[in-house]
């Protein structure tokens, strides 16, 4: 098996207005248009080809569709709770090549030696960050019970005490809980639109007098973000960290770009900036943001 590590370009800081400022300006999303798949939130492609319409889910799970003849109020898409799995290395100072190809390798095929993993994607972190991670490793599984035998896996754990521990002097685990789509294609991250784009990793730190409703708004407030303007997300997933090892981040968020333009486009928009300095900056005390290129070669790392 080739393995083809993508490209993690990573950010860790205290927020700033400073920070947000120095993102290059591009175009507001008001001038975007494409379908967006999400979790919670799902915009399907129905009808011609020619013809695209798009079908709505909003946060209690009713399908808002533009398409005649449907009734709305009488529809309903069915989701599937997922796990997340998210594991960011520091790796030695001395890692060669071939011993970081081995890690990962070693690291990727646990999908094929366990029940419950469905999808994955590894690889390098290219830039530095204040936490000085090197690598990460996202997951997602059906459940909590496959996470729990994840973790106690007599494969996983051999890969970590001969593949990933020689190399590393520190990895930190983070696990949420969301939902997807009920269909094969956004459950297990495959098919043309998850073959193209940017994965983002999104860890935050919520203050703690700000967990709970406050916190829960601005995650709303960001998602709903994502849905008015759906051409620049296949799937995104949100979650409260259930993992008692890395408490300081209380949140995560995994979106898919469909490009790096998207990516690009939504990250130095006014309204992304807008929703961040309002909602998050006054009850957020850290973030970690971690991005890496999909390619239709790579397909995650196949």
Not at 24 to 44: C, G, H, I, W
Not at 198 to 227: C, N, P, Q, R
């Amino acid at each position: 098996m080739q393995l083809q590590a993508h490209t993690f370009i990573s950010s860790s800081s205290h927020l700033t207005k400073h920070n947000l400022n120095h993102v290059p300006p591009f175009k507001t999303l008001a001038s975007v248009n494409k379908p967006l798949y999400t979790t919670r939130y799902v915009f399907r492609r129905i009808g011609s080809a020619q013809f695209p319409v798009l079908k709505r889910i909003d946060p209690l799970g009713v399908v808002n569709s533009n398409s005649e003849g449907q009734n709305p109020s009488t529809s309903v898409e069915k989701m599937r709770n997922v796990v997340e799995h998210i594991c960011l290395l520091k790796a030695k100072v001395d890692l060669s090549d071939e011993d970081e190809k081995d890690m990962l390798d070693f690291l990727y095929t646990c999908q094929y030696q366990m029940r419950g993993i469905l999808a994955i994607s590894l690889g390098r972190i290219s830039d530095q960050n204040l936490e000085g991670y090197t690598h990460a490793v996202f997951m997602r599984l059906q459940k909590k019970e496959d996470l729990s035998k994840f973790y106690e896996n007599p494969f996983y754990l051999g890969v970590l005490k001969d593949h990933v521990t020689p190399y590393c002097h520190e990895f930190t685990y983070f696990d949420y809980e969301s939902e997807v789509e009920d269909d094969i294609l956004p459950i297990f991250r495959k098919g043309e639109e998850f073959n193209f784009g940017v994965e983002y990793i999104l860890l935050i730190g919520f203050k703690e007098s700000s967990l709970g409703e406050v916190a829960d708004e601005a995650l709303t407030s960001f998602a709903k973000l994502l849905m008015e303007f759906p051409s620049l997300v296949v799937q995104f997933t949100k979650g409260s960290n259930f993992n008692p090892d890395s408490k300081d981040y209380t949140h995560a968020v995994v979106i898919r770009f469909r490009s790096s333009d998207a990516f690009d486009i939504f990250m130095g928009s006014s309204e992304y900036k807008d929703i961040w300095m309002s909602k998050f900056h006054p009850i957020t005390e850290k973030k970690l943001s971690i991005s890496f290129s999909v390619d239709p070669v790579g397909k995650e790392l196949m």
